[in-house]
């Protein structure tokens, strides 16, 4: 964690308290509203008023085709599958659930960092048990026992895993593209693209003709404009901007304790200690890969000098 200092790390902090909420306020809105149009409205609403605060503010829009074109495949990622994909899944998945399951992230962050060129990471064996350790935890989570796996909605589990990984992706993806835009003015770009390609997922599966507004499904709809977007997705990027994909993710950890916390207390979600096993599983499978991680690279800039030598005596 010593790379996050200062804003970097304020913004960290934010990502940790605020998203661990926002299953909770998902949970909720998804039983009012229909699950397309409320993600995407959350994104393009707070995509708009974030640009229009970062133009005002004195940020740039991007210059290049380039960094408009990332910007917008990031938000795809990040927004128009990961999140959108969370939401689909909390109409059949408690909340404090579905966070578990998210916490996979800093695994596929481990993995896509090892694979997208242009970074430090390796998929070393201590890696690869890093992700048998998580998927044992997941299956554990969801019960995934011969006979119960066929008794079981796996829309939720499936859904959550594409999430993660898309989401991950989508963080590495713009750490390797380094789009020329600030933090503000790009989080915006993401999201306003995010919204428009799910509003129009939302329109073309029909959803438009089950829309019934209702003061609980505008109240949740409100509260992930406000903070879980315009204070912790922007919060995402300003760490993102400033530290390793790999360390960022690790608010993952964090997240999950709060948000079964808050399903417990507010919405009597039940919690077991199968539960809490595999919630171990998973987060001792992501820390186990953060530290691997750290030692590769530490070990990568050891062996540097000591190459730089050989050429120099060749």
Known sequence: MAVLRGKALVAYLLVCVFWGSTYLAIRIGVHDLPPFLFAGGRF???????????????ERLP????????????????LGGGNTMVVWAEQFTPSGVASLFVVTVALWMAVFD???????????????????????????LVEADPR???????????????????????????????????????????????????????????EAGRLHLTARGLGALGYLVVFGSLVGYTAYAYALHHAPATIVGTYAYVNPLIAVLLGW????????????VAMALILGAVLWIQVSHAATVRRGAAAAPADEESVAAD
């Open 265 to 276: 207390l507010l919405l009597d979600e039940s919690v077991s200690a199968r539960t809490f």
């Open 63 to 78: 210059r290049r085709a380039r960094d408009w074109a990332v910007l917008a495949l990031v938000g795809l990622f990040l």
């Open 44 to 58: 393009l609403i707070a995509g708009l008023l974030l640009l229009g605060g970062a133009l005002a503010a004195g």
């Open 114 to 140: 090892a694979l997208v060129p242009g970074g430090g990471g390796r998929l070393t064996w201590r890696v690869v048990a890093g992700l048998v350790l998580g998927l044992v935890g997941t299956a554990l």
């Open 148 to 206: 119960a796996i066929l008794h079981t909605d796996l829309r939720g589990p499936l859904s959550l895993t594409g999430a993660s990984a898309s989401w991950a992706f989508g963080s590495v993806l713009y750490k390797r593209q380094h789009p020329e835009a600030g933090p503000y003015v790009g989080a915006a770009i993401e999201m306003i693209a995010g919204g428009i390609v799910v509003l129009a997922l939302a329109l073309a599966v029909g």
